[in-house]
């Protein structure tokens, strides 16, 4: 009996995912993640075979240094959501922890109410490989997530530095966490950063840290008006809220819609989802190009020898890359 061809393969996974099914999705997920030749070739012909049903949700990315409580106000505000009968996907991007893999349990262990919600899907991204390798999947992730009707997409960063601009590249609406207190104003986190954001939110806003958080809040205030908006159409607020509690995640998604609202009808969202999708194809390229460097036995043989030479002075960075360039051509 003859196997399935690919093309009917991919038109069956078209099929179910549109039409809701989560392990089809789950399934496609994994062929986009696979490094295999064939899988990438069927991931990328799903995805193009899918790109009409998607575009339409909305796309958080959410940020913040360790004990924010990044997770809480995830499962708080996705929970919100499928309450108001949204689905909602909720992405990991983490390029740093490469022992396991990522952990699909871990992320569900800590969204605990989401995790049991049928109207929401939990997935982390590969945790190996270079930050553009994985923010690429992650957004091939969010198309198939669409795809399946899920209307809102939350993306978190559990790095700092680089993954907070990736992350802002791949989504509509870019929202810092900062905690209450602490006598500094921008705890730590880089200008950039805070430069991205697209909201600040003070959590952690109840009982004791009330009173922190409105200065802290106010602070920040100060700040964003030393630093020029991105957007003609957007002023970034600072707000406080409580994970915990509930209270603020109402007024925090209303401004959400506000600025999705706004952006629109002046034409930028589309613009800014036009220019992410070409910075998308060049991060695709990039990656796919650095590919051969990292599996080709001969080139990681002869890596360590040409990095030495370029070191030592011995070869210039042009001849190496030059010398590099021919061994991927051979």
């Known amino acids: 009996m003859a196997s399935p061809s690919p093309s009917s393969d991919i038109e069956r996974l078209t099929r179910d995912i549109r039409a809701g099914d989560r392990t089809a999705l789950s399934r496609a997920i994994t062929l986009v993640e696979s490094k295999r030749a064939d899988h990438r070739q069927t991931a990328t012909a799903l995805t193009q075979a899918l790109l009409p049903a998607t575009g339409k949700a909305v796309r958080v990315g959410i940020t913040g240094s360790p004990g924010v409580g990044k997770s809480t106000l995830i499962d708080a505000l996705g929970s919100l959501l499928t309450q108001q009968s949204r689905k909602v996907a909720v992405l990991t991007v983490d390029p740093s922890s490469r022992r396991t893999g990522g952990s699909i349990l871990a992320d569900k262990t800590r969204m605990a109410r989401l995790a049991g919600d049928a109207n929401a899907f939990i997935r982390p991204s590969p945790a190996s490989g ?8 992650t957004r091939e992730t969010m198309l198939l997530c669409e795809a399946g009707g899920y209307d809102v997409v939350l993306v978190e960063t559990m790095g700092v530095g680089q993954s907070e601009i990736a992350v802002a590249d791949m989504t509509d609406f870019f929202l810092v966490l900062v905690l209450p207190g602490g006598g500094d104003e921008w705890q730590g986190l880089k ?7 697209d909201m600040i939110a003070i959590n952690k806003a109840d009982g004791d840290n009330l009173a922190r ?3 802290t809040a106010a602070e920040y205030g100060a700040a964003l008006h030393i630093l020029s908006s991105s ?8 707000i406080t ?3 915990l509690s509930g209270d603020g995640i109402g007024a925090l998604w209303e401004k959400i819609l506000d600025h999705r609202r706004r952006l629109t009808a002046s034409g930028e969202m589309a613009a800014r989802r036009g220019e992410q ?15 051969p460097l990292q599996s080709d036995r001969a080139l990681k043989a002869a890596l360590p020898r040409i990095e030495a030479d370029v070191s030592a002075g011995r070869l210039a960075p042009a001849a190496a890359a030059e010398k590099l360039v021919a061994m991927l051509g051979r």
Request: positive net charge.
């Open 191 to 197: 200008k950039g950063v805070v430069e991205l954001a």
């Open 277 to 291: 999708q070409v910075k998308w194809m060049w991060t695709m390229l990039e990656d796919r190009l650095l590919t």
């Open 130 to 137: 270079t930050l553009g390798g994985v923010a690429a999947k």
């Open 241 to 243: 809220c409580s994970a």
């Open 213 to 215: 958080a409105k200065i």
């Open 231 to 238: 957007s003609p159409n957007w002023t970034p607020p600072v």
